[in-house]
């Protein structure tokens, strides 16, 4: 048999909370695009699981940690490395360096199967879902991404190859007019307002969906992203509200471990498509909720639900109960990119647009390298792995 290659080091690292777009324009010495107004989420409220205590209402940013991003490097004994990122800085980097890294050092680096179990079984004692499981998401991905470089192939070719010619992108944003400007023909708003705003909540709720989809008109796809600020009654009182907008899904309505609620919502809309898996982190709260039919598509992060590994193991399980899945936020990362390219089960793609109203979404990735979508339709890069250009003035751009 052919000697592997085998791991060397693992390390992972903090990383900016930022674009890196700019680098783009300064090769080309090119000025960064001025944006025509402030980007919705600037300052548009948004609902969320800390709306009932008023001093974090308005904004995620009062109450969300403010760790770094997280990377970690997969260094192979062929000299080759991979990079893959998650979230949540120190907590999951120490993850990563001081409990899996040492055990996975010597392993046979093709052996991605194998060391995602190995992964999840070492991180049983604390649970392998939460932040161990972004720690789990940062080593898969960097281990998919050095593969493909030592096989000379892009990840979508590990994969299976492509399962469509392009991909379908929607826009998640409340910038509609620049979204429709992009060529999206799909969009999700960002809800407002939740159970904690009462009864007047579902009435502004209403004003919102109302105006957009006279914005957008009846051919274009419109969804509502409710980022779990109902409860039960209040999501069944606003699906009702907004059934004559023609909603393809409702979206993230509820705490995500609260799986008796989420059954009790779907028997209570069983005319409503709905959306979940955001924060559901193991294949294992997938197969339950496909079980129980309580979700018609499944939306788990590749960069938070245990990797490129964990997400192909939720595709199947979901495909082989007739539930489609879509990565939460998976347009806007390579690794994403590649993943929803090469799975059927995946047909279309979320891009979320962050950037301000007039600047080309090229300026606005996270990635070098990566492909942003065109009259939302998008192709990912073909280069080996998944196609990051990250060279050491990069990195050195990128840490903290």
């Known amino acids: 048999m052919p000697k592997h290659p085998t791991i060397v080091e693992i390390k992972a690292f903090a990383i900016k909370n930022e674009m890196v777009g700019a680098t783009y324009m300064e090769s080309f010495n090119r000025t960064p695009t001025k944006a025509r107004r402030d980007p919705w989420t600037k300052d548009q409220e948004v609902a969320g699981p800390m709306s009932r205590y008023p001093r974090f209402k308005r904004m995620r940013t009062l109450w969300r940690p403010n760790f770094p991003s997280v990377a970690c490097i997969v260094r192979a004994s062929d000299g080759s490395w991979g990079f893959g990122v998650s979230r949540y800085g120190q907590p999951v980097i120490d993850v990563i360096n001081n409990h899996l890294a040492p055990l996975l050092i010597g392993e046979n680096a093709f052996a991605i199967d194998r060391l995602w179990d190995m992964m999840m079984r070492a991180a049983s004692p604390y649970s392998a879902a939460g932040l161990?499981?972004?720690?789990?998401?940062?080593?898969?991905?960097?281990?998919?991404?050095?593969?493909?470089?030592?096989?000379?192939?892009?990840?979508?070719?590990?994969?299976?190859?492509?399962?469509?010619?392009?991909?379908?992108?929607?826009?998640?944003?409340?910038?509609?007019?620049?979204?429709?400007?992009?060529?999206?023909?799909?969009?999700?708003?960002?809800?407002?307002?939740?159970?904690?705003?009462?009864?007047?909540?579902?009435?502004?709720?209403?004003?919102?969906?109302?105006?957009?989809?006279?914005?957008?008109?009846?051919?274009?796809?419109?969804?509502?992203?409710?980022?779990?600020?109902?409860?039960?009654?209040?999501?069944?009182?606003?699906?009702?509200?907004?059934?004559?907008?023609?909603?393809?899904?409702?979206?993230?309505?509820?705490?995500?471990?609260?799986?008796?609620?989420?059954?009790?919502?779907?028997?209570?809309?069983?005319?409503?498509?709905?959306?979940?898996?955001?924060?559901?982190?193991?294949?294992?709260?997938?197969?339950?909720?496909?079980?129980?039919?309580?979700?018609?598509?499944?939306?788990?992060?590749?960069a938070w639900a245990c990797g490129f590994t964990g997400c192909m193991r939720i595709a199947h399980l979901a495909e082989a109960a007739g539930i489609p899945v879509i990565l939460h936020a998976g347009m806007n990362t390579p690794y994403g990119q590649h993943f929803s390219f090469a799975m059927p089960n995946v047909q279309w793609g979320e891009y979320f647009v962050g950037g301000g109203p007039g600047v080309p979404l090229i300026e606005t990735i996270v990635f070098p390298g990566m492909r942003v979508p065109e009259n939302g339709w998008l192709v990912p890069n073909d280069a080996p792995g998944f196609g990051l250009e990250l060279t050491d003035a990069v990195l050195d751009r990128l840490r903290v």
């Open 132 to 302: 161990a499981s972004y720690a789990i998401s940062a080593v898969d991905l960097a281990l998919w991404d050095l593969k493909g470089k030592i096989l000379d192939v892009p990840v979508y070719e590990l994969a299976g190859g492509p399962a469509r010619e392009r991909q379908f992108c929607y826009a998640t944003g409340n910038d509609t007019d620049w979204q429709m400007e992009l060529g999206f023909k799909a969009m999700k708003l960002a809800c407002p307002y939740g159970v904690a705003d009462g009864l007047d909540a579902i009435n502004r709720n209403e004003e919102l969906v109302a105006k957009t989809r006279q914005e957008i008109g009846r051919d274009v796809e419109l969804m509502l992203d409710c980022w779990m600020a109902y409860d039960v009654e209040f999501g069944v009182r606003m699906a009702e509200r907004l059934r004559p907008y023609g909603l393809k899904w409702i979206e993230d309505c509820l705490p995500p471990e609260d799986l008796l609620s989420h059954e009790a919502l779907r028997a209570r809309l069983p005319w409503q498509t709905l959306a979940t898996g955001e924060h559901w982190y193991v294949p294992q709260t997938f197969a339950y909720a496909a079980a129980k039919r309580v979700a018609d598509i499944f939306q788990p992060d590749i």
